[in-house]
């Protein structure tokens, strides 16, 4: 096989290296940005650029920003004293897809995980507990929305014990059923959660 | 829903603009690409635009090619007198890919398709019969590997037709049963194909 280009090789082995695209999508991609204009393709390279350049983390949250403190932190309108805890920034995207909360975020990081050698210290933990002592606006409420996984539910029991030392109310987001699918297929672990959690009707 | 990455947003809109990638898969993209080094997402970006930079086509054969002409059409080890005519570039790498042919290509840009308004001008058929008049290296054997569809057919018809006037062989590759699959799932058209083309045993 003799190979006529190696600017367009190296374009399809740069772009394989990204999650979800194989050799043939690659492959794809870059015949397709060879056809687009040169204007074009310097904007998507620069936009690549740019998201390592401008994006940072908001020293309040942690959540990725392109200001320092991000627009959610900023934005007076969210000061309701509510503040969700998520494990990562991905989470707060996520969350704000369902426009349905209306307050701060604090992004962890992460959980703590043993095995691979993450404790409470890697953590925005601490951050946690300060911006709740010492923040302007009053934080009345936590809601703890971690992954319902070991790690997330130890690391909300973690966070939980601390903050019994604040006057704060702490919440967690209800774990059950999701919408839309039936009994039959959900597995015992989330059937007896739905169970154990249920509400007045 | 608020949003505190502008350079986020625009990374992965550019990103859900390539082919295959729908909105899901460019921000999990850029969220990958966040997490490199500004090393890593510096060279994916060069390599977009070297892309287009020093891409170009092969005034020889018609091929994408960094040098003009490109590397097969210099490779003297391939100087053995038989033209490969192929629709796109990228088929020149899909043949290329079986290290079965050794000879050369053409690349036609494309078949005539009256409804596109393409016609035979709009194609690199004039250069294929200056090459096969001019040439240096006696050009002997013209395999036409067009796709089988209307408009391959009527493209191989057409420069079949030409040839007639030149002292070269014109051969067409095998169209038929694919290997690996089974005479159940075949269609007609090609069924018909393949007992028309029978070959002696």
Do not use: W
């Amino acid at each position: 096989m003799q190979i006529t280009s190696e600017a367009l090789e190296r374009a399809i082995e740069e772009l394989a290296k990204l999650p979800g695209t194989g050799r043939k999508s690659a492959r794809r991609i870059a015949i397709y940005l060879l056809k687009q204009s040169d204007e074009r393709v310097a904007t998507l390279a620069d936009s690549l650029l740019q998201l390592k350049k401008s994006v940072s983390r908001c020293s309040v949250c942690g959540t990725i920003t392109d200001s320092d403190p991000c627009s959610i932190c900023t934005n007076f309108k969210r000061k309701n004293g509510i503040v969700c805890v998520v494990e990562e920034f991905q989470d707060v995207y996520i969350i704000e897809k369902t426009n349905e909360f209306r307050g701060r975020y604090h992004v962890l990081g992460g959980t703590i995980s043993p095995l691979d050698n993450i404790g409470p210290d890697n953590l925005r933990i601490r951050e946690l507990l300060q911006r709740i002592a010492d923040s302007e606006e009053e934080i009345t409420e936590v809601i703890l929305a971690l992954n319902p996984d070991a790690e997330g539910e130890a690391t909300a029991y973690y966070i939980n014990k601390l903050l019994q030392n604040y006057d704060v109310k702490i919440t967690r987001i209800a774990y059950g059923i999701p919408m839309g699918t039936e009994l039959e297929f959900i597995d015992e672990v989330t059937l007896s959660r739905a169970f154990a959690s249920r509400t007045v009707f």
